[in-house]
């Protein structure tokens, strides 16, 4: 099975974090961040300090690369607003990793 052209059974932590670092180096770099390390502990609101519109457009950024089988915007609405704030790479990268698995599983 694949998902744009990338085989979802073959998704592991690694492949996701570098896709996840790829869309947040794109919204970075309109800020004229080009040289942040993006890792498993990096949060978006300390460390990217990105506001509610980059994770908008993060979450364009997200169904572009994996459809509807990762819904962003659900995933955020599941946590409290402390969640939020303390989100962290990593914690996405968990998500999207189990959300294609699960699609995969179907």
């Known amino acids: 099975m694949s998902l744009n052209g990338q085989k979802i ?6 492949a996701v974090l570098a896709d996840i670092a790829g869309m947040l180096a794109t ?7 080009d040289d942040v390390e993006i890792r498993m ?5 300390r460390d990217l300090e990105l506001e ?14 994996y459809g509807n089988q990762v819904n962003f915007a659900e ?6 607003f402390d969640e939020i704030i303390e989100l962290t ?11 294609l ?4 599983a179907g």
């Open 9 to 14: 059974g073959t998704v592991d932590e690694e």
């Open 27 to 33: 919204l970075l770099d309109e800020y004229g961040l």
């Open 41 to 45: 502990d990096t949060t978006f609101n």
């Open 52 to 65: 509610s519109i980059d994770l908008v457009t993060l979450a364009g950024l997200l169904e572009e690369k």
């Open 75 to 80: 995933f955020l609405a599941g946590m409290e």
């Open 89 to 99: 790479v990593g914690r996405l990268v968990e998500h999207v990793v189990a959300s």
């Open 101 to 104: 698995k699960a699609a995969e």
